[in-house]
């Protein structure tokens, strides 16, 4: 027991350093789940919606997020403005109802959609006049009049659809969904026509940075596909998770990305390549993730209120050091959920690209489990029977030792 606490004590050492960079914390006021965020011009004046009719506004760049009135308590999901930050419109679980506002949410009018399924993506590709929604069994919807009006087109599927992209007009999209579902229009709709994605995993994301030809979905158990064609050819790309990825955006090309999910913030600056594990500061489900004008300033939102930004484009630097060998206890080390069941998973996040070893010790001090070498970004498994335990991280630079408890 006197190696444990001392290796403990070891890694509550570790704390006092200060990180001037990367995703940080920002203060939403509400404990409600946040499931979509839009900046339509620039990186000051953004909206994010969420659970129990939640619609928060900012004007300084998150640095204060004020609360709206939707007139509603059922669940937003997908929130944005087309053109400024004064027209937008919000979709959701409200039956036969979408949101819209034209003074900059002041006032949230409610248009009927004609449909009662739950509507989880809203975009208008172009202006605020012609735009779509998708949602449960396949729900394809189209405005050309702001709104107005709403006609329901055929999407040739059963299956729920997560997400709808325009890339450059209101003719040529796409849409994505359940067991691995894209749609793709080039007629605004008329007809939409089923791809060949090459998984059954659910998909949640889709986005063509630049134009209709290079593309990207993501989903289910870090699923992540890739098309440079129109999506004649989907094919798979190694995200670097397994867990469930809720939300894509390449900002401003086709090669600069972001992905977050189920407690993941992932990277990549190679088209999908590569994908690198980011440090979030956050064990809660990230939904969506917004970089309003380059791949530098982005924001991001998630479960209980969770709302992140990086003005660095995710990079932690230390203030007043030369280099950023000291970490912050949960950036240098994260253990996915604690307690945890029959298996500890942990990931080292180091910032100075240097290898580590993991060791992990049962509560006496004794080691049970030598992992070994492990790169930063990697994620690792080790299966544990019940009780408390010390996972220690050790490298020329640092010790680190966090506190695990295995449940049965």
Not at 26 to 46: D, H, K, R, Y
Request: net charge negative.
């Amino acid at each position: 027991m006197k190696n444990g606490v001392v290796l403990l004590l070891a890694g509550l050492l570790m704390l006092p350093c200060l990180v001037s960079a990367g995703w940080f914390h920002q203060t939403s006021g509400t404990t409600n789940s946040l499931w979509s965020v839009n900046f339509p011009l620039e990186a000051i004046t953004g909206y994010t919606v969420g659970w129990s009719g939640s619609i928060l506004k900012t004007t300084d760049g998150g640095a204060n997020w004020i609360g709206q009135n939707s007139g509603t308590t059922g669940g937003l999901l997908s929130v944005h403005f087309p053109v400024d930050a004064l027209t937008g419109y919000i979709a959701g679980v409200m039956r036969d109802t979408i949101l819209k506002t034209t003074n900059g949410g002041v006032n949230w009018v409610v248009e009927t959609s004609g449909t009662s399924s739950v509507l989880c993506s809203v975009q208008f590709p172009v202006d605020a006049s012609t735009g779509y929604a998708v949602g449960d069994i396949g729900t394809v919807l189209k405005t050309t009049n702001g709104g107005a009006d709403w006609v329901v087109q055929p999407s040739g599927t059963p299956y729920g659809l997560h997400s709808v992209y325009f890339p450059a007009d209101a003719l040529t999209g796409y849409a994505v969904g359940v067991l691995g579902t894209i749609l793709k229009t080039t007629n605004g709709g008329a007809a939409w026509v089923s791809q060949t994605s090459g998984t059954f995993r659910d998909l949640r994301s889709v986005c063509f940075p630049v134009d209709a030809l290079t593309g990207y979905a993501a989903g289910n158990g870090g699923t992540m596909l890739k098309t440079a064609n129109g999506g004649a050819n989907w094919f798979s790309q190694t995200s670097g998770t397994t867990y469930d990825v809720y939300s894509v955006q390449f900002p401003v090309d086709v090669l600069t990305g972001y992905a977050m999910g189920e407690g993941i913030i992932q990277k990549t600056t190679d088209g999908g390549a590569n994908w690198v594990s980011q440090t979030s500061g956050t064990t809660r489900d990230l939904c969506s993730v917004h970089f309003p004008v380059d791949a530098l300033t982005g924001y991001a939102v998630g479960m209980g209120g969770t709302i992140l930004k990086t003005t660095d484009g995710g990079v932690w630097v230390e203030e007043g050091k030369d280099d950023a060998r000291f970490w912050m206890l949960d950036a240098g080390l994260r253990i996915r959920q604690n307690p945890t069941k029959t298996d500890i998973r942990c990931q080292i996040l180091g910032v100075s690209g240097k290898e580590s070893k993991l060791e992990i010790y049962d509560i006496a001090g004794k080691m049970v489990k030598d992992v070994g070498v492990v790169p930063p970004g990697r994620w690792v498994t080790v299966d544990l029977s019940p009780g408390i335990y010390f996972v220690r991280l050790e490298s020329e630079d640092q010790t680190i030792t966090k506190k695990v408890v295995v449940v049965e």
